[in-house]
Every structure is written in C-alpha cells, then in structure tokens.
C-alpha cells in the first residue's frame, strides 16, 4: 500500500464508522441528548427519535426544540439545581433519576447516565435518557404493600394487648348494661329514670369504642354469624360522621324495617362498607368539593340475599374502568394515593361470603355499588318487638349460667329468672361439668375465658359425654378476634354473643338456641 492510498482508506473508514453511530444513534431505543446546559437556560446540538418520543415530541420537531433539561421541566425546580451542580462536581453521572414533564406537561420519570465537561456557554453534557415510569410505578406498589405488610404486624402485636383489655372491660360493662337494662323497666321516678338511661347510654358509647378498637386494631379472622345490616351500616357511618360533617357530605339513609338477618362477619362486612363510603367520599370531593351519599338497603326476596346500595353523586365511573375496577392493582387516584387494593379486597371478601359486589354509573351522574349478603335458608324473620315479651320466652326451661365474673353471673342469672327461666350457675368449667353430669339443661349459656377449665374444654368435654347438650350451648366472650377462639367457634358453629350484650339480645339468642 503506498502512501497516496492510506488517507484515502482511512477517510472512508471514518465515513463507514461515522455512518454506522449515525444509523445508531437513529435506531437505539433510548433517548439520546447532546447539548449544554446553562444556569437558567439550554441548547440542544442533537437529540434522536426515541428521545422525542420519550418527551411526547412528533417526529417531525426539529431535535433544537428538544430541550429535556430546561428549568420548566423540571417538577422540582431545586432538583435541577441538584443535577446540574453533580454533573460540573464530578463530570458525569450515572442513573440519576429526575421526574420531568414532557411536551404534554404529564410528569414522568426518567434516568440519565451522562459524561459533562465545561463549556463557554455552560456544561456541555452527553447523555442517555430512560423512562422509567412504569417500573417505578411498580416499585411504589411494591413499596406500598410492604409497608402494608409491616403495618399488619404492628396491628396484630397491638390486637393481642387489646384483646386482653377488651375483655377486662367487657365484663363490667356487660353487667351495667345488664342491671341498668333491668332497672330502667321497672316502675321509678322520672329523676331514677333519667340517670338510668343515663347510665345505660353511656355504657353503650363505652362499649361502642372497646369495639372500634377491635375493629381497627388488626386483621381478623373470619367469624360469620346472623348479622342486622342495617345496624352496621348506621355503625359504621357513625364513624365516618366527623370527618363528613367537616367535609360537607349529607348522609341520606334509606333502610328497609324488617331486613331478614344476614350471614356474615360483621367485622369483614364493615371493612367493605368503610372502603366503600371512603372511596365514595373521595370522588365527591374531589369533583364538588362537597356531596350526597344515599344508602339504601332491601331484601332481594327472589336472589335471597340482602342488598345495600352505596350511591354517590361524585363524577362517577367510566364505562371503560367499570369492567376492571376489582382488579387487583388497578387505580383511578394518582400515583401515591392508593394501591388499587381496596376494591379488590372488598370484592374478595363479599365472593368468599357467597355474594356479589357489582357497580353501575352513568357519565357525571354519580356511582352506586351494590352489595348483595345471602340470608339464612330458612323463612324471613319478622322484625322483632321493641321489648321481648317475657311470658314467651323460656316460660320453665332450665338453664345453667357458667361465668367467673361473679357480678356479671349474677346479672345475667337474675335477667334469665325474670324472663321465665329456672336458673342454675357454675364459676367455671369444672363446676359446669359436675352439674350438667346431675342435671339435664335446656340451655348453657357460658363464658369462654375462665379460669381451671375453660369455654373450650367444658364444650369438647360435653361433645363427648353429653352431645345433646353440647348443641344447646351459647357462649359469650369479651373478644374473640384473631384467636384461637375465633377457630373454634368458627369451626365448631356454636352460637355466641359478644361482649357487652344487650338483655335483648341475650333474650332473643337464647330462644332461637331452644327453638
């Protein structure tokens, strides 16, 4: 090769290379920017395709429009300040990530890996650019969950020490409930009857907040029994009613009299209806800055099920989100606003009771979900009298009273005699099996937290020498959530009352029990 022929060779080497970083710097799927960067200002020398469609730049826009790094893009101004100050500290930077606006201002985030160098007119930067949205999106959800996760287990530490002062407290409230209940019937004067009343609607709002407590302390298990939804509808707006009246949302209530009881965990029921309300008030504030929120409930008596509506009057749902709102993970709330979880959850928990959750909504008309609870096989029940009639209930039936709170026992026997129960009691377990092994008892009713032998033991232990009494038993308990307790209930079907009950209520358990 003479030397005549070697500048022609290796100009036609720097034109065969410069072609090939041409065609791909044309073709690379990453954005690729070449300019400098001023303190307040930018100039680009070249930025390819994909760049443009990163930023939401048509093809056709000259590569001088595409300045990625100008202030105006930048979510947080001072980030700017940060990346500019890192690229002339150490000359470059890599996977930096910046959250940027595109053309059509929506922010994104990005990472930059970049080789800087000082310039006349500022920095002169050679980067490549990725969009990272989505997998930062799933980072967050993934964050969230773990967060969520972690939050679950605190609850649950806190539920233990919760369940233990719950039923400390049950038992005193049952037995103020109990006699205050008893007293107010009986013939006093107007001031003995207003501290009465006093009493007993105090004891109520007592034993209102040891249940929220529960309620919220931690995850539970599922433990499903006859429930009134109508009651913990008004329940649980009752704890949304502050936060409504500062948000101005009016509560409209429309429930049916006389809904047949439905089968369901009250605690899991209440979830779905908090998620339910909560999501409705979001999208009415977020559209009116105010709104209306209508629950309605009836008894569906062709499906068997009780049904409540959850109507809003917020901008209501897209016809093409409704097919894919229980998603999992899908979400209408901005990101760091929600998981796309709660319907889903929602949705999860009324399929595993045998319903269904559905949702209908017209555009800018509002949205209503429907839940739909099965009821007992049996007939409709009718709606019970304010006060039981006591000549019907238990007229000479025999029942044994197992409780260790003496008080409590005590109160509980005493309103039994008055409905028309012949009443015998036992302090524990042990004292329980010695009667019902010299006694045949229509009815049990027995705590299950005592001491020597407890609810549990008394119940296998009567399983198996006296099966037929074992049917006829209804425990009552301070606070089975979470529990080894809530297994056996679940698992064994027994009836049971929670603590603090009303007369009523025991009075009424105790006659289905026998019937």
């Known amino acids: ?84 100050a890192r690229l002339q500290r150490d000359g470059s930077v890599t996977d930096y990530l910046l959250r940027l606006r595109r053309a059509d201002r929506i922010a994104i985030w990005v990472e930059v890996t970049a080789h800087a160098e000082s310039h006349a007119g500022g920095t002169r930067v050679e980067a490549l650019i990725r969009d990272v949205s989505e997998r930062k999106r799933l980072e967050d959800q993934a964050r969230d969950l773990y967060h969520q996760l972690l939050q679950a287990e605190k609850l649950a530490a806190l539920g233990q020490t919760i369940s233990g002062v719950a039923h400390e407290l049950n038992n005193p409230l049952a037995t103020i409930l109990t006699w205050a209940e008893r007293l107010s019937q009986r013939s006093v004067d107007d001031q003995t009857k207003r501290g009465l009343e006093t009493i007993l609607s105090e004891s109520e709002r007592a034993a209102k907040i040891v249940r929220n407590l529960l309620t919220f302390a931690r995850k539970r298990h599922t433990t499903r029994a006859m429930v009134d939804v109508n009651q913990i509808v008004r329940e649980t707006l009752a704890l949304r009613s502050y936060e409504q009246t500062l948000a101005n949302i009016t509560i409209i209530e429309a429930l049916a009299a006389g809904l047949p009881l439905a089968f369901a965990d009250p605690h899991q029921f209440q979830q779905v209806l908090l998620n339910l309300i909560i999501n409705a008030e979001q999208a009415m504030l977020g559209a009116n800055g105010r709104g209306t929120l209508i629950l309605r409930s009836w008894h569906d008596l062709d499906g068997d099920a009780v049904i409540l509506e959850v109507n809003d009057d917020g901008p209501g749902v897209p016809e093409d989100v409704q097919p894919r709102i229980f998603d999992p993970f899908f979400t209408t709330k901005e990101v760091g606003k929600g998981t796309g979880l709660g319907l889903t959850v ?31 096989d049996g007939p409709v029940k009718p709606a019970l009298p304010k006060e039981p009639e006591r000549a019907d209930v238990g007229a000479g039936a025999v029942v044994l009273v197992v409780e260790d709170e003496i008080a409590l026992g005590a109160a509980v026997a005493e309103s039994l005699r008055d409905a028309g129960f012949v009443v015998d009691r036992a302090g524990d377990g042990a004292e329980a099996l010695a009667r019902v092994n010299a006694r045949v008892y229509d009815l049990i009713v027995c705590d299950l937290k005592m001491p020597r032998v407890d609810g549990m033991t008394f119940y296998r232990a009567l399983e198996r020498d006296h099966p037929d009494a074992a049917r006829r038993i209804l425990f009552v308990t301070g606070d089975v959530a979470g529990t080894e307790a809530e297994r056996f209930l679940e698992e064994t079907g027994c009836r049971w009352l929670a603590k603090p009950f009303r007369l009523r209520d025991l009075l009424r358990t105790a006659k289905e029990v026998l019937s």
């Open 1 to 84: 090769m003479t030397n005549d022929q070697r500048p022609t060779t290796n100009s036609h080497r720097a034109d065969h290379r410069a072609a090939a970083f041409a065609r791909l710097f044309e073709a690379v799927h990453e954005g690729v920017y070449i300019g400098t960067i001023g303190s307040s200002t930018t100039a680009t020398l070249a930025a390819n395709p994909h760049l443009k469609l990163i930023f939401g730049y048509d093809s056709g826009v000259p590569e001088s429009d595409i300045r990625p790094f100008e202030a105006d893009r930048f979510v947080d101004p001072q980030a700017r300040d940060g990346f500019v």
């Open 346 to 376: 929602a949705y999860a928990i009324i399929q595993e009771h045998g319903g269904r959750l559905t949702v209908k909504s017209e555009p800018g008309g509002g949205a209503s979900f429907f839940v739909a609870l099965p009821v007992s």
